[in-house]
């Protein structure tokens, strides 16, 4: 993800992802809902000059492409770990601007950990992120569907999966795996979506950390195999990536 991470972290873009079909007339009603009166057109064409290009009230250009959004995170995340962070897009006339529309440019499918909230680590504002979080970043068709929608209804050009050092969902997954136990209801869930991706050629930690990384890619290629998505990365106008953020480092960094 930063320009300063070795050749070997970079990864080409994907080649397939996809999610759930919505019939046109619940996408008009959605997007009137969710969008306000701003009305965003099909899927921005790589490269292609955007209405949303600054939002209104805001003086910074915004990323209209997978690529400069990627740009644009790197830069934040920068500012972020060497504590110059500019908490963009905060001021009153972008909060007013904001009530007529939105036009963020990427999607950010986060873990719920209170150490890593996304428009923190990558030094962005109000209007710029859809965040979706869930523990592990595990899928379920809540989570499907926010990030469909961002993609299909907001014509936002780059998903990013974001693990992070010590996640304790992961933890608790891999630590189920090895004992039998079972763990409460809904927390059983997490670790079962999570189990496939277990890396068990590793013991202890590097058991557990590893495993952080498989199950980003995991996440990954499962947003990967929707339809709709995988048209959309079809056609240029959707990269889908994983990353992972350091705790101890503050950095972010592809994974895949």
């Known amino acids: 993800m930063n320009s300063d991470i070795p050749p070997h972290r970079a990864v080409g873009l994907a080649s397939t992802a996809s999610a759930g079909r919505v019939a046109p007339a619940r996408r008009s009603l959605l997007r009137a809902a969710l969008t306000g009166t701003a009305a965003l057109g099909a899927g921005l064409a790589a490269g292609a000059p955007s209405a949303a290009a600054t939002p209104t009230g805001s003086t910074r250009p915004r990323p209209t492409t997978a690529q400069e959004a990627l740009r ?3 830069a934040g995340n920068l ?3 060497t504590y110059r962070e500019r908490h963009p897009d905060e001021s009153p006339t972008v909060r007013l601007a904001l009530t007529s529309g939105q036009h963020p440019f990427a999607v ?4 719920i950990d209170s150490r890593v909230p996304p428009e923190l680590v990558f030094d962005q504002g109000l209007g ?6 869930s523990a592990g970043e595990v899928l379920d068709e809540a989570v499907l569907g926010s990030v469909a929608y961002g993609v299909l209804e907001l014509g936002i050009p780059l998903v990013m999966v974001l693990g992070h050092q010590s996640c304790g969902a992961v933890k608790a997954a891999v630590q189920a795996d ?3 136990e079972e763990l409460p209801a809904h927390i059983q869930y997490l670790a079962d979506q999570i189990s496939p ?7 202890g930690d590097a058991r ?6 498989a199950n980003v890619g995991l996440v990954r290629s499962r947003l990967a195999a929707e339809p709709d998505l995988a048209a959309k990365v079809a ?5 889908i990536v994983g990353a992972r953020y350091e705790l101890t480092s503050q950095l972010v960094h592809r994974t895949s």
């Open 128 to 133: 710029d992120l859809m965040t979706v979080r």
């Open 197 to 203: 991706a277990i890396d068990h050629s590793k013991e």
């Open 178 to 180: 090895e004992s039998g």
């Open 235 to 239: 056609t240029g106008d959707l990269v």
């Open 208 to 213: 557990i950390d590893a495993t952080i990384d």
């Open 79 to 81: 500012r972020w770990r």
């Open 108 to 111: 950010v499918l986060g873990c």
């Open 72 to 74: 644009e995170l790197a």
